[in-house]
């Protein structure tokens, strides 16, 4: 289920000149609320309305594999986008595999990166009246393990299979839900346990805890260590999610197991993407806003400081290596006029 968010003009502390484009009238797609992806495009969203850039209309509770293909076809202005995406559409492969290598390569070669930042890591988790009592009981169990399609699916079977050895559809039963559905699928009974994305707080859980208490698995740090595991972080699209679970706010109803106080898991790396054509000033416009308000995005929901917003290093943003997507040359200035290096392998 998607929603349209409209975001009209509203005051922001931010303002700068922009006559070249000034008040765009710009599409987005994101998220479910309660996300990584939808908080940050609903804060630029605010800030660029603010700051006289352009008006946003957002359409929520979007699947993100359409969003990266919307935007590369010109259906959309921006939207946010796992970057095991791009990888993904360049080579014509997993939800992109009907489109072909040839025409996949062709549409991510039309899209650019305005900024990165971490969606949030990945568990397990479950009811403390379900069976499941960490990662290796999941066998011959049902596993609530993301949406019909795209990367969060794809990197939650990933997970499960480096930590335990099992398969989707071989071992243990994956069952697949629309975000917007999926606070409902969990509280059901629908699957024994749920491998899902996690943020610190986590509004699917909260909302879940209705309907009992629950128990939350960290990655052992055996598979954590493992070459396999390490390998799979340096995978497009994919980081590490290490916290110190000492700075985490407890949350009612919530147990969070972990060997040693540290939560430690996959990360999903993504970017506010929009297309190469983009104008220039407006693609600086907007990724400056962003830069002269980290500490907005990091204040706009408790879980967004986890997120490393402003960040640059390849190692953590997912840029480089084997990801095709650039910063969109407007970006580049923009990054660099505030003081910031992009490393080279990023620049288009």
């Known amino acids: ?18 006559s070249a484009n000034a008040q765009q009238n710009l599409t987005a797609e994101t998220a479910s609320p309660g996300t990584a992806p939808h908080t940050a495009v609903a804060t630029l969203a605010e800030l660029a309305s603010g700051a006289g ?11 993100l594999t359409n969003s990266l293909q919307n935007v590369a076809q010109g259906k959309t202005d921006l939207a946010a986008v796992p970057l095991i995406l791009p990888f993904l559409l360049s080579k014509g492969a997993g939800p992109y595999a009907k489109l072909g290598k040839k025409k996949g390569a062709e549409l991510a070669a039309t899209t650019a990166v305005l900024y990165t930042y971490r969606y949030g890591g990945y568990g397990l988790y479950a009811y403390d009246s379900s ?3 960490g990662w290796m009981d999941l066998k011959g169990k049902t596993v609530v393990n993301g949406p019909p399609r795209g990367a969060a699916l794809t990197n939650a079977r990933a997970l499960v299979r480096l930590i335990t050895g099992y398969v989707d559809g071989k071992d243990y039963k994956g069952v697949q839900s629309n975000w917007g559905q999926m606070v409902k699928t969990i509280t059901d009974g629908t699957g024994d346990a749920m491998v899902l994305p996690v943020t610190f707080p986590d509004a699917r859980i ?3 805890l209705g309907s009992g208490s629950i128990t939350l698995w960290s990655t052992p740090v055996k ?6 595991m390490q390998k799979y972080l340096k995978a497009p699209g994919i980081g590490p999610f ?4 000492d700075t985490v706010k407890p949350v009612k109803g919530l147990s969070i197991v972990s060997e040693d106080g540290k939560w430690r898991s996959s990360a999903t790396l993504g970017a506010e993407m929009v297309r190469t054509s983009m104008d220039f000033e407006l693609a600086k416009a907007l990724t400056k806003v962003f830069l002269d308000n980290l500490d907005a995005y990091r204040n706009k929901a408790p879980f967004m400081r986890f997120t490393g917003v402003g960040e640059t290093d390849p190692a953590l943003t ?4 084997p990801n095709p997507v650039k910063y969109h040359p407007g970006a580049v200035a923009a990054w660099e006029e505030s003081g910031r290096k992009l490393p080279d392998c990023a620049k288009p």
């Not at 289920?1 to 931010?14: D, F, H, I, N, T």
């Open 53 to 63: 850039i352009a008006n946003f209309q957002v359409a929520e509770g979007q699947t």
């Open 1 to 18: 289920m998607s929603r349209l968010l409209a975001l009209p003009a509203l005051a922001a502390a931010a303002t700068f000149a922009f």
């Open 242 to 245: 290490v916290v110190d679970l």
């Open 131 to 133: 069976s499941v009592k």
């Open 223 to 228: 598979a954590w260590n493992s070459k396999g």
């Open 206 to 208: 909260i909302r879940s």
């Open 318 to 321: 997912g840029m480089c290596g």
